[in-house]
């Protein structure tokens, strides 16, 4: 089997940068299996890619190699960086991107990408997922050893968003946190964990002044058409959804908007 690499950016697909970054992994190994992950990433905004990571990197294979730029620190003295973890590569900048995979997972080994001899030969100041980030995933994907990229870091030290996913039950109520994704059917996507259960149980959801009491349920058939409702996704993450239509749109909510939820319990 050829060695996988998957890519996650917020480059989008109006420009040739994916494409670009694509053609630089290609010239080190043209033998590689490229899946690309999400290049829809709102720009710049890392705790969105941090979680398109976490709630993906588990479906592939051991040894996968994933890249994921999102970067706006690009051409400063941020770090980029090469981790092991869980028997999964990781090449990305230091900059929280792996903060919801490390908060349930210990490093093997993480170093910093130093060495430019596993980079292209001309590197751009603006466009190191091209020049330096998909050239080292490549070399990775060949066999070439962490250890040969840069110098060992401790995991310790790495940058950790403040964000962090939430449990559902917890015994402090009402609690809040901000939506987290959006996805393409208008399901609201919420940094809380836990099984949701029917049964009758009810969630009190304020967003953006508006109150509601939302029927939990196990999927979005145990609700009429057209009504909101609150369901374990399946990334185990709380999410409102309609049934039928598209919750963001109904309740005027973005990524970024805040939630207070009171479980009753």
């Not at 996650?8 to 994916?18: K, L, M, P």
């Not at 230091?94 to 093997?108: K, R, Y």
């Not at 805040?258 to 479980?263: A, K, M, P, Q």
């Amino acid at each position: 089997m050829y060695p996988i690499i998957t890519l996650t950016t917020d480059f989008g697909e109006q420009d040739s940068y994916v494409g670009q970054m694509k053609g630089a992994i290609l010239s080190v190994q043209p033998r590689v299996q490229l899946v690309d992950l999400n290049h829809q990433i709102p720009p710049q905004r890392i705790v969105a890619g941090a979680f398109e990571l976490w709630r993906a990197w588990r479906a592939f294979p051991l040894h996968t190699v994933h890249v994921a730029v999102v970067d706006p620190g690009v051409g400063t003295a941020r770090r980029i960086i090469a981790a092991h973890i869980k028997g999964h590569f990781f090449v990305l900048p230091d900059n929280g991107l792996l903060s919801f995979i490390l908060a349930e997972e210990s490093v093997e080994e993480v170093v910093e990408v130093a060495d430019p001899r596993f980079w292209r030969s001309t590197v751009s100041h603006t466009f190191h997922g091209r020049d330096i980030m998909g050239p080292v995933a490549a070399h990775i994907a060949s066999g070439v050893p962490l250890r040969k990229l840069g110098g060992e870091l401790d995991a310790a030290d790495l940058v950790m968003l403040e964000s962090r996913l939430q449990d559902g039950d917890r015994r402090d109520r009402p609690f809040r946190c901000e939506v987290l994704h959006v996805d393409r059917f208008g399901n609201v996507v919420l940094p809380v964990r836990g099984e949701l259960s029917g049964g009758g149980r009810t969630i009190h959801v304020s967003i953006d002044g508006t109150s509601l009491a939302l029927p939990a349920a196990r999927c979005y058939g145990e609700v009429p058409n057209g009504a909101l409702v609150l369901i374990t996704g399946s990334s185990g993450l709380w999410e409102i959804a309609k049934a039928g239509g598209s919750a963001a749109e109904h309740l005027g909510v973005e990524v970024g908007s805040e939630v207070e939820l009171d479980t009753g319990r």
